[in-house]
């Protein structure tokens, strides 16, 4: 094989004028500025003189302004190998038969199918016309054409070259265009995993010199503030560069460097003279470039790939930023600028490692609600701020800080700096305060990590349980944690997990204890208690689960559940032909605050269909006593539904009779402890005779409970008690069993 190249000599034959027309205008298009790159073609036959010929001809002319190289093979073999190590061949000129009749249809399909080189083209040349391939050849090998040695004079020849070389430019330039849009698609999936700004920043510098075919040497630049007027930073670099990161783009010491990315930044566009420099445009409106070394003029084709990546990767760009800012709010507390509850607890698992001589506090500022009602939120930041100015001064670098709740703070160091002691000397003095001196108080809970087993945010939840016990000293107290603390506190959320799964799957369910009238032993109406049925088959006492409820907020939903079943059992009843039938239900504080309670009641007897007169709800005495103004409101819609109100476990309160007037209320329920008492000593005797005295004097229904023989019962007649309810009527039963009791007759009930 050689290689001969065709100079650009003047055309000594003075051939036809149609050669200056074809060729002529693209004389003007060579590049004086970089090193001409002829077209290569491979001539493939085994005469020698075609190779001279084909030369000769062609001496000194020009394809799209670039001279010819040819390259010589004299068989289909000697080809194969040319094909196989020289790159860039723009034409193959090949004889159809060689050394075999298809030596040339074979050398064809060896380009196509085994090396897979799509751009070449190939102009099958033969002296033999017989030999000529089928057009289903042509085709399937995509053979650019095909001719006579014969009919190809040097004007045909040169023709059939540049209508060849045209081709294959434009599929050079299809090829490399789908080749930079794939480097695209794949930088932009490369970075989209990167997260952080410096990441993909500097993720953006190795793909944008990928695509260029380059090595990674250039910088980004960015505003990386939110300030209009913040100085614009080096994020990411590379190279000669890499030293250059975090460094302001004033103190870039290369002018020519510094001052092209200003220009780029000013101009917002990008530019390629003189090294290559690409803007982002962010719709937050923070400019941001690129500089790249790429050592030669960009192609039109180059910069339209460029434009198509930055338009894709500003993107990229704006979700790294809008990322990192969501980043920083999920992680750290935007007005105190510390660590906030989820930072926290990261620095807790860190510290599990070695949690030796490491303490954990939760401080709560006392009050400190009043102190934003009072001077308003915008001083209660202040005081905030101060709060931990002063912390920080004292517990000093050795001391995490983080804010875990509204006016709490999470502690975490050395034993000997966090300390109830050296937490009390913080609030020791008033703060100033924008001009006000306020004395604060904190309280503290604290868990040496040592004592604790807990991990993460179960440790923090030790904290809270120390924390929740030093509430119930007094104001500015501190508590360590105990394990009997844990155990207790987990039990409780235990319990209540468990109650919340029981009520989803629907093992909470209602019994009815009967209520009887005393004199008479005729039934009046029942009671509704709510019973827990664990998966195991044990029951939970109804005494450990309610306040449970009531306190996590589960009481709103499983009170309206006990409701509506009431409801639907006392319908059953009433069919059932117990015209007088009254169901009681009993609601708590936490339901009556609730803003749709009265909507929930009156829904619930429109959707069952039955009448106030047959429904009666029973609070307590001391949550009658905790919220009056309330209570007394809600009792009044109550009462407008024609639904009666009774007072149950009265006499364990301290409501007095002023105070039991004002309430609206039909009945008085004596609590099962007086009514054990009145029958072992004079004083509990008293008590019960005072509360029926007092019903009856206010015109209210006296009914007791826990009536458990027959001894108690003539008591409570004695005493003037109108109606009651116990083991001696009947024990709490299942609707079913209620039915078939209410139908047996009076003697055979009790």
């Not at 004079?153 to 430019?169: D, E, M, Q």
């Not at 407008?640 to 009779?657: E, K």
Request: hydrophobic fraction near 40%; aromatic fraction near 6%.
């Amino acid at each position: 094989m050689r290689e001969t190249n065709s100079p650009a000599l003047p055309d000594p034959s003075g051939d036809d004028d149609l050669l200056e027309f074809l060729d002529g205008p693209e004389h003007g298009d060579a590049d004086g500025d970089h090193q001409i790159r002829p077209w290569r073609i491979l001539i493939v036959d085994d005469d020698s003189d075609v190779h001279k010929a084909t030369e000769l001809a062609m001496q000194g002319l020009q394809v799209e302004g670039l001279p010819l190289s040819f390259l010589h093979a004299t068989s289909a073999a000697e080809a194969r190998q040319v094909l196989a190590t020289e790159p860039d061949l723009a034409v193959v000129l090949l004889d159809v038969v060689m050394e075999s009749e298809d030596a040339g249809l074979q050398l064809v399909r060896f380009i196509r199918t085994d090396l897979q080189l799509g751009a070449v083209r190939i102009v099958l040349r033969t002296g033999q016309p017989g030999y000529a391939p089928e057009i289903e050849t042509v085709q399937a090998y995509d053979i650019n054409d095909y001719k006579t040695k014969s009919e190809l004079t040097r004007t045909r020849l040169y023709t059939v070259l540049t209508a060849a070389i045209r081709s294959y430019k434009q599929i050079c330039a299809l090829e490399a265009n789908r080749r930079g849009l794939e480097l695209i698609v794949e930088a932009s999936t490369e970075l989209s995993g990167m997260r952080g700004l410096h990441r993909f920043a500097e993720g953006v510098v190795t793909q944008l010199c990928a695509m260029l075919g380059i090595l990674p040497e250039g910088l980004v630049c960015a505003q990386v503030e939110h300030d209009a007027d913040a100085e614009v930073r080096i994020v990411a670099a590379a190279g000669q560069y890499s030293g250059l990161i975090n460094s302001p783009l004033s103190a870039v010491q290369i002018k020519s460097v510094r001052e092209r990315l200003q220009r780029c930044l000013t101009l917002k566009e990008n530019l390629y003279d003189d090294g290559t420099c690409l803007y982002f445009g962010l719709s937050n409106g923070r400019p941001m470039a690129a500089l790249v070394d790429v050592g030669r003029t960009l192609s039109s084709m180059d910069q339209q790939l460029l434009r198509a990546f930055c338009s894709n990767i500003s993107v990229g760009f704006e979700n790294v930023v809008l990322y990192s800012k969501l980043l920083d709010q999920a992680y750290n507390d935007q007005l105190l600028h510390l660590p906030n509850r989820n930072r926290f607890v990261e620095l807790l698992d860190k510290n599990l490692k070695d949690p030796a001589g490491v303490t954990l506090a939760l401080i709560d500022i006392d009050d400190f609600s009043d102190i934003n009602d009072a001077f308003g939120h915008h001083f209660g930041d202040q005081v905030l701020q101060a709060v931990v100015m002063r912390l920080a001064a004292k517990l000093g670098l050795s001391t995490a800080m983080a804010r875990v709740g509204a006016d709490t703070f999470g502690l975490l160091g050395p034993n000997e700096q966090v300390c109830a002691e050296t937490i009390a000397d913080v609030f020791l003095e008033p703060f100033d305060v924008s001009g006000e001196r306020l004395q604060l108080s904190a309280t503290t809970g604290l868990v040496r990590l040592t004592e604790s087993a807990a991990v993460g945010s179960e440790l923090l939840l030790d904290a809270q349980i120390a924390l929740k016990q030093a509430k119930q000293q007094h104001r500015g107290s501190s508590q360590y944690f105990s394990p009997a603390m844990g155990t207790d506190a987990r039990e409780r959320f235990k319990l209540l997990k468990g109650l919340r799964a029981g009520f989803e799957e629907n093992r909470l369910f209602v019994v009815y204890q009967p209520q009887v009238d005393l004199p008479s032993g005729n039934t009046v109406g029942a009671e509704a208690l709510l019973r827990w049925r664990t998966e195991e088959g044990t029951f939970v006492p109804p005494d450990q689960f309610i306040p449970l409820a009531e306190k996590s907020g589960l009481i709103i939903s499983i009170g309206e559940f006990v409701l509506r079943t009431a409801c639907h059992q006392l319908k059953r009843m009433l069919e059932l032909g117990f015209a007088d039938f009254r169901m009681c239900v009993n609601v708590s504080l936490a339901q009556f605050r609730h803003p749709d309670f009265i909507s929930v009641l009156t829904q619930a007897m429109r959707d069952i269909g039955v009448l106030g007169r047959n429904l009666e709800l029973e609070i307590t005495e001391s949550m009658a006593m905790e919220d009056t103004e309330l209570v007394m409101h809600v009792l009044a819609d109550i009462k407008r539904l024609g639904i009666t109100v009774a007072i149950d476990d009265f006499g364990t309160g301290f409501s007095s009779l002023s105070h039991l007037r004002q309430l609206d209320v039909d009945r008085l329920k004596i609590d099962r402890a007086f009514v054990r008492e009145a029958q072992t000593s004079s004083a509990g005797s008293t008590i019960a005779q005072m509360v029926i005295n007092l019903g009856r004097g206010l015109g209210l229904t006296v009914i007791a409970e826990g009536i458990e023989t027959e001894e108690q019962r003539q008591l409570l007649l004695g005493l003037g008690c109108h109606e009651g309810q116990g083991y001696l009527f009947a024990r709490p039963m299942p609707a079913d069993q209620l039915e078939r009791w209410m139908a047996l007759p009076q003697g055979s009930k009790e």
